[in-house]
């Protein structure tokens, strides 16, 4: 009987042993410096660390590309403006607007008339030639009979207005002056030496202007500016 529960004890034993050997080999597989499910989260850990690097430095320089080719944009934009502007003022585009020459002497045909008021006197001028302008005083110098000497009207204080005349129109200056009343001889003008305003060359206009006797250079005559008064 004795000899009995001496082998049961020694069964007993021998199993606790080897329970206990088994926890070892299980603790020691689960320990954070072991093997086995402990490395695998280490790797994995490790495997989700460089992905999250990669995908930052990605999405980096994803943004620094995105940030280039932005500012590459904005030069581009910036040069096309300087261009559109410098089309814009580029010469020749004169927005439409039509520029004429001076009237030359030689393109107008010039006529005399005596106007509605006494004393007023009218010389027409009409162009012959392509559209040009007139603006300003013209020269009138007053020539006496028989190489009597001359006269050079005065400016009227009129001011000047632009006048583009095309081809077949014209437009007019008006001379005053004080007729001769005096009942003396007075001096007769026979010819007017006129010169478009901007122009040098002159032409000689017949006339018949009686006009008194005085020592003023103009003799008291003043023109207007072309294309004002009465046409």
């Known amino acids: 009987m004795r000899a009995q529960k001496l ?21 020691a597989a689960s320990a954070p410096d072991g093997s086995g499910a ?5 790797a994995s850990s ?4 460089s992905s999250s690097s990669s995908s930052s430095s990605s999405s980096g320089s994803s943004g620094s590309s995105g940030s ?11 040069e096309g403006g300087a261009g559109a502007a410098t089309d814009d003022d580029a010469p020749g585009s004169g927005g439409g ?3 004429t020459g001076p009237c030359r002497t030689a393109h107008l045909d010039f006529s005399t008339a005596h106007g509605m008021g006494e004393g007023d006197f009218m010389v027409a001028l009409k162009n012959t030639g392509d559209s040009c302008l007139l603006k300003g005083f013209p020269g009138v110098d007053l020539k006496a009979r028989n190489g009597g000497g001359s006269l050079s009207a005065g400016r009227s204080g009129v001011a000047p207005v632009p006048v583009v005349l095309k081809n077949g129109e014209e437009t007019r200056f008006h001379l ?9 001889s007075g001096v007769t003008i026979t ?5 478009p305003p901007n122009e040098t060359h002159s032409t000689s206009l017949p006339v018949t202007l009686n006009l008194p ?7 008291g005559v003043t023109v207007d500016p072309v294309g004002t008064g009465k046409q």
């Open 213 to 219: 006797a005085t020592d003023n250079p103009s003799g």
């Open 46 to 49: 490790s495997s989700s660390s």
């Open 7 to 27: 082998a049961l004890a020694a069964v007993a034993l021998t199993a606790g042993l080897t329970l206990t050997a088994c926890q070892d080999n299980d603790d």
């Open 68 to 78: 280039s080719s932005e500012a590459s944009a904005g030069s581009a934009s910036a």
């Open 176 to 184: 005053h002056y004080t007729p001769n009343t005096t009942g003396g």
């Open 38 to 42: 402990s490395s695998s989260a280490a």
């Open 97 to 99: 607007q039509i520029n």
């Open 191 to 195: 010819s007017l030496v006129v010169t």
